[in-house]
């Protein structure tokens, strides 16, 4: 089970910061992974992080603004958001995928559990 929270409304070039609790499963076996849904669009990635933490991937949107990190003492996955957009407004999802220890997956077939999503918007 993936709990995500930490959503809510921010202005623009604000900041925000998501988490995404584990439950259920052997949490440093698993690869993480952010995405995000915009009304009317597409599931898009945003970001993975390797089994240990020690590779990250990003969407060229967010790269440069946005962080993932992971505690596997807690059993949680972060989303640290800054300077945000009002293109950044989506559902943000985090996703479990239970991967090689290098491997970074990128969509969304690959991922086997998914959180029930938090709402981030972005005001101009």
């Known amino acids: 089970q993936l709990q995500a929270s930490g959503g809510g409304l921010v202005q623009a070039g604000g900041s925000l910061r998501l988490s995404c609790a584990a439950s259920g499963f052997t949490f440093s076996y698993y690869a993480m992974g952010w995405f995000r849904q915009a009304p009317g669009k597409e599931r898009e990635f945003v970001t993975a992080i390797t089994r240990s933490g020690g590779s990250t991937a990003y969407a060229d949107s967010v790269k440069g603004r946005f962080t993932i990190s992971r505690d596997n003492a807690k059993n949680t996955v972060y989303l640290q958001m800054n300077n945000l957009k009002a293109e950044d407004t989506a559902v943000y999802y985090c996703?479990?995928?239970?991967?090689?220890?290098?491997?970074?997956?990128?969509?969304?077939?690959?991922?086997?559990?998914w959180g029930q999503g938090t709402l981030v918007t972005v005001s101009s």
């Open positions: 996703a479990a995928d239970r991967s090689i220890y290098s491997y970074l997956p990128k969509t969304p077939p690959e991922y086997d559990y």
